[in-house]
């Protein structure tokens, strides 16, 4: 047990909010919206502070749990509680949810959630069909985003004085910003993007 000098007695009131929390937990391990509920209370809360120092030692100590699960429970019950005002069809484990985690928004979650429902083959909502929805989902709303952006880069060339020779070198850099963003970074990494963008930057902005 990770006791430690910078634990902090809790309150009665705490106390009893943190049993009640630890018996929906020993009662639904196998449920992972309860358990992912009453996970975040006690992170939220620090409720763990009299016995831990920090809540994946509290996990690991009193749940056998890793950080990673934790984190996913809680991720994912948050999902689920998004989803709720859609009806009686939600996410029945953790595994189903997962994928919407990767979601901006309750509203992007929700349009998903339903698109996989309504695709499921044989009716068979899997967390492989909702992770598949999701990469869908992502890359068409980059798609989207794509196209807003070269609309304001037209609108640039329009407005702003820009010779051809720069405009054809802009274009090929941000045809392969587009390309590399479609791929997922998977070949050219986000940061290294932003390092040379913030480089160009600094060029434009020498005095």
Known sequence: MSKANMTTELTLTEKTELEQLESIISKNLG?????GFALAKIRDSRLYRETHTTFEDYCRDRWD???TYAHRLIE???VKNNLLPMGNITPINERQ??????LETPEQQQEAWQKAVETAPDGKVTAAHVAKVVSEFKKENTKQEVRKKQAKKEKVYKEELVDEE?????DAFYREVQRARLEN???????????LVSLIDDLINVK
């Open 185 to 195: 970074w998977k070949h050219t990494s986000k940061e290294a993007s932003l390092k």
């Open 166 to 170: 720069f405009r054809r070198a802009f």
């Open 76 to 78: 994912s019950a948050s």
């Open 65 to 67: 749990m890793g950080r």
């Open 31 to 35: 449920t992972f919206y309860q358990v």
């Open 97 to 102: 949810a997962r994928p919407l985690t990767k």
